[in-house]
């Protein structure tokens, strides 16, 4: 539900269309499933080359291996990129959100350098040019050599635009994770609701079940499906969240914010401020003075 909150996104829809715009390449933000492509057919700007090899049954296992191979080294690697049996090069960017990776903006479908025709020989022998009748080897020729080119410089470029925008889209995760929404199930809004009166308390699993309805086993499984949080994690950040905007008063002690907004100690306060924003609340406070 997160992912697809990202990709409805106004952030996500207008990088798109300016990257598809600037670069002619397709920007897909898909999920962890091994089994796409690494493209999905029928995105904007998705190379004509791959839809038509989208006709040829043994291309449709090639591209979910690729997509396979793909996922399972940026995982490991973070963005990378590589060469289908066509010879196209494709990238996935992971998006990350806390610990682990939210899903991935893919791109490419292009070649390095301009094709041969010993290229084109080698791809038919890939896909079987017996089984092809002329009509589609025609298609797979011309849609073949009128795919792009783009040299590796100006495309490796391409994906540290990605890379940041890619860190973009976590941060705007974790915004998405504490803000409601208008169609989450009552069970979550009436969580929220609670939450957000006591954060300044201690807050237990078990009240916020009881206020949810459901035992405590199934509100958390419910509630990480709608936030992509855990409870706790999720009033942490809301906690940060009313840190901040007391941080910003000139007159405010950090000491104070933080017992104010709920945490039982400073140094948790400091972790927990430190691990969310990726600062401390001081240097937090003094680069926001500087804006």
Known sequence: MLL?????????????????????LPLQFSGTDL?????????????????????????????????RRLLEEAEVNGPTSCHCFAGLVSSAIPVRFQDCILGYLKTGQV????????????????????????????????TFFQTR???????????FLLQSFALQLGQ???????????????????AREFIETRLHEPITL????????????????????????TMTDYIS????????????????RVSSVAFDVGFQSISQFNRTFTRITGTSPTKWRAAKAQD
């Not at 207008?14 to 600037?22: G, L, M, S």
């Not at 078990?206 to 949080?229: D, K, N, P, Q």
């Not at 950040?237 to 405010?252: M, N």
């Open 237 to 252: 950040r809301r906690r940060i969240e009313r840190a901040k905007k007391e941080l910003l008063k000139v007159d405010s």
């Open 149 to 159: 080119a783009v040299e590796p410089v100006r495309y490796s470029s391409m994906i």
């Open 4 to 24: 697809q909150r990202l990709r409805e996104s106004e952030i996500f829809r207008v990088y798109q269309e300016a990257f598809r715009n600037a670069t002619g």
């Open 206 to 229: 078990s009240s916020v079940a009881r206020v949810a309805g459901f035992s405590e086993s199934h509100f958390c499984r419910i509630f990480r499906e709608v936030t992509g949080l």
């Open 111 to 142: 070649f390095s350098q301009q094709p041969t025709e010993q290229d084109f020989g080698g791809l038919l022998e890939k896909i079987g040019r017996n089984g092809l009748d002329t009509g589609t080897i025609e298609l797979l020729r011309s």
């Open 35 to 67: 089994e796409d492509r690494c493209v999905e057919i029928g995105t904007p700007g998705t190379a004509e080359l791959c839809e038509a090899l989208n006709l040829c049954k043994n291309s449709c296992f090639a591209c979910i291996e690729t997509n």
């Open 172 to 190: 705007q995760a974790d915004l998405l994770a504490v803000q409601g929404q208008s169609e989450e199930p009552s069970s979550v809004a009436k």
